[in-house]
């Protein structure tokens, strides 16, 4: 092999790079040991940009196009190089491509809940994930910061560094907006676009990046949160707890057998109490001395209220009797379908006011 050949084959006269991966963000060009061609052409397609890196410095940037080296489009280079009168002669330089396209559907999400203050329950942890999409905008920058000297700088390289950078400014977003954990289904589209030009300095200052497109796709609560909401949901679905009882009691009816007659109990038991002061009321406007109404098969009062003569009901007494749960018996007392006092931390039912309750 003659001299010149070997020179030849030392020296790079075409300088391009095409890219079939999808994920690969910047590439840097297999040059070691050549050496760049004066008048070498340099091919950048489109969705690339092409940097120089010349003695540990970075020289000129390309964009989309074709370009011959030479003094006259590398004036950083020439600087750097050290030519004043222009260059002849072959010169070594690290060459950078960087994909700068929309890459799309990175997913991002919340390792550990979020605290946050909710007005409907209080403090709550909501965990949160969707996607986004960026792309390089400052290749220097993006270079210097992120990818450095690698060879093939891919984006799963990336990709946890960006997602606990894209939770930390959605935590402090979310806290700010006050938005309610019901609410935030109903404004999914609205935080992420509010969330844009909160991310977008922090991304472009430090890693020359920039996020296109912001989307939350679930935000979700602890199971027993849920669990509150499903409850409270199913009061809202039975409504009058009178009106369910005199349902279910209808419902029953028409079973039959030892289960039928299982199912109405309850609703017996229930008619039964208003039945009994019906006939107190009756002997009383007769005349006669009072008779205390019969106490519920499944449910005595407490002693202490025996024995200061009063009839009253613990919730726990009323819902056996009635065949509820005691969050619906709960339920009917704070939206003030049932009459309840509150004596310390328990509550107390007077069996007129369930009665009343109970006709509606």
């Not at 560094?161 to 894209?166: G, L």
């Not at 935030?184 to 844009?196: C, F, K, M, N």
């Not at 205390?292 to 098969?297: D, E, K, L, S, Y």
């Not at 613990?314 to 005691?326: D, F, H, R, W």
Request: proline letters at 6%; aromatic letters at 8%; glycine letters at 10%.
């Amino acid at each position: 092999m003659s001299l010149l050949h070997l020179l030849k084959n030392q020296l790079i006269e075409v300088i391009e790079w095409t890219d079939d991966s999808r994920d690969t963000l910047s590439y840097r060009w297999p040059g070691e040991d050549k050496e760049i061609k004066n008048g070498a052409q340099l091919i950048v397609r489109e969705s690339q940009q092409v940097q120089f890196v010349a003695a540990g410095q970075y020289a000129d940037l390309f964009h989309p196009g074709k370009h011959t080296l030479g003094t006259e489009n590398v004036p950083v280079l020439s600087t750097i190089m050290g030519w004043k009168y222009g260059f002849q002669s072959p010169f070594k330089c690290d060459i950078y491509y960087l994909n700068t396209r929309l890459f799309t559907g990175n997913k991002w999400g919340t390792a550990n809940p979020v605290m946050m203050r909710d007005q409907d329950f209080g403090v709550v942890r909501l965990r949160a994930f969707g996607t986004y999409d960026f792309r390089i905008v400052e290749s220097a920058k993006f270079l210097r910061e992120v990818a450095g000297t690698d060879q093939n700088f891919r984006l799963d390289e990336f990709a946890d560094t960006m997602r606990s950078r894209i939770v930390s400014v959605f935590t402090e977003a979310l806290a700010r907006a006050g938005v309610p954990a019901l609410d935030v289904a109903q404004r999914y589209g609205e935080l992420g676009d509010a969330l844009l030009p909160l991310v977008n300095p922090a991304m472009r200052g430090k890693y020359g990046l920039e996020i296109t497109s912001f989307v939350l796709e679930n935000v979700s609560v602890p199971p027993e949160v849920e669990q509150a909401i499903d409850k409270r949901s199913s009061m809202g679905v039975i409504g009058n707890l009178n009106d369910y009882v005199k349902y279910q009691m209808g419902l029953s009816l028409g079973q039959g057998g030892e289960a039928g007659a299982a199912a109405t109990m309850p609703a017996q038991m229930a008619m039964g109490f208003g039945m009994a002061q019906e006939m107190v009321r009756g002997m009383q406007g007769g005349g006669m001395a009072p008779v205390p109404a019969p106490a519920a098969p499944a449910a005595s009062p407490p002693p202490a209220a025996a024995a200061a003569g009063l009839d009253v009901l613990t919730p726990e007494q009323a819902a056996q009797g009635l065949g509820v749960s005691v969050e619906d018996v709960m339920a009917s007392i704070h939206a003030g379908e049932l009459k309840a006092r509150k004596i310390g931390s328990a509550w107390r039912i007077a069996r007129p006011s369930l009665e009343e309750f109970l006709r509606g």
